[in-house]
């Protein structure tokens, strides 16, 4: 009875077991050619300004110096992307600071899984920043999926967004692809200081814990000094106050889910004399939410046109002279980013 119950129990383990088996495999295989990496790179930044003022009490002409302090980034990621064929590895290792438009196509070099996972945190020009990039990214011959989240907190930017898409191969060089794309954007139509007038505002300021002395100045919740009178404090002070209320306000509300189609394609021609890589993306139609902030209620519509797109193009005239061109291009919810670069080369013989 004994020897029958192990039987019996080692014959249920046996399609776990290979399960497992298979999970570590797939897992080891999607491991392979991926770089951990963390690094720290620092540098200048702005130089000391020397800033001038006249005392308002002694009318004493009095130097200030404002040092901004150096300017720093720690980074840490995994990466697996393979490269493109006009692509070249600029460092022997992986610091953080690798940026490729070309990540941000939605078709990749080889077929299927590719990811990237990077979080950076940075000080530039005296202000300290967050900045994320992750995405997933699986290309089949007939489908593609794809999950991003980017943050970058110098630019005051962050967005999600996942597409389902089934693509249709005109030619090696050149597809279509179409299907559902899902995004968060922020709240708008949201105004925390709509009907407000006159000393609310001091009230907000108030009640954030900013208070004010006998002898007329101003202070923050951690005691600093930020304005000596009411005039710098109604003009210079409270303005940054509110700024920072309605911040805190909109932060307290919860992202807005888009539901959108896609159309978009992918073009990618190489040779070692000329190469162009060209992808674009077009959401034209919309599904309401009816969420009291979204966008489609802020235009109240749900057919405005996002887009995304991208080029890379690049021309050796010959063996002196060569051409560059790259650049990629956002406008979502009536918001755009985007970079850019372009060149020549000349090389003398």
Not at 196 to 220: K, M, P, R, S
Not at 224 to 245: F, Q
């Given at each position: ?187 708008y139509g949201f105004d925390p200081l709509d009907g407000?007038?006159g000393a609310d505002f001091t009230n907000i300021a ?144």
């Amino acid at each position: 009875m004994k020897k029958l119950l192990i039987t019996l129990i080692l014959f249920c383990c046996i399609p776990f077991l290979s399960q497992a088996q298979q999970l570590k495999d797939w897992g080891k295989k999607q491991l392979k050619f991926a770089t951990f990496y963390t690094a720290v790179t620092g540098n200048n930044s702005l130089a000391d300004v020397s800033v001038y003022s006249i005392n308002p009490y002694s009318g004493i002409l009095e130097e200030n110096i404002e040092s901004t302090p150096f300017d720093y980034t720690f980074a840490f990621g995994v990466r697996k992307i393979a490269r493109l064929d006009y692509e070249n590895r600029k460092n022997v290792f992986y610091d953080g600071t690798e940026t490729s438009v070309s990540d941000a196509a939605t078709v990749g070099n080889v077929e299927g899984l590719e990811y990237l996972f990077e979080f950076d945190y940075k000080r530039q020009q005296g202000r300290k920043f967050v900045d994320q990039q992750h995405f997933l990214r699986y290309v089949h011959d007939h489908w593609i999926l794809k999950v991003e989240y980017v943050q970058d907190g110098f630019a005051d930017l962050k967005y999600f967004e996942s597409s389902q898409r089934y693509r249709y191969n005109i030619a090696k060089e050149f597809s279509l692809n179409a299907g559902l794309v899902q995004r968060f954007s922020e709240p708008y139509g949201f105004d925390p200081l709509d009907g407000l007038v006159g000393a609310d505002f001091t009230n907000i300021a108030i009640d954030q814990g900013y208070t004010t002395n006998f002898e007329g100045e101003w202070v923050n919740p951690e005691g600093e000094i930020i304005a000596e009178n009411n005039i710098v404090w109604n003009a210079v002070a409270l303005p940054n106050v509110l700024n920072e209320y309605v911040e805190q306000e909109r932060e307290t509300l919860p992202n807005q889910w888009n539901y959108s189609l896609v159309i978009g394609y992918d073009y990618y021609h190489y040779t070692k004399t000329f190469w162009f890589h060209s992808w674009a993306s077009v959401l034209p139609l919309h599904v309401s939410t009816k969420n009291e902030y979204s966008y489609s209620n802020f235009i109240d519509g749900n057919t405005w046109f996002d887009y995304t797109g991208g080029l890379i193009l690049g021309w050796q005239v010959n063996k002196r002279l060569g051409l560059f061109s790259e650049g990629k291009y956002h406008k979502y919810w009536n918001r755009t980013w985007h970079d850019f670069s372009v060149g020549f080369n000349y090389r003398i013989i």
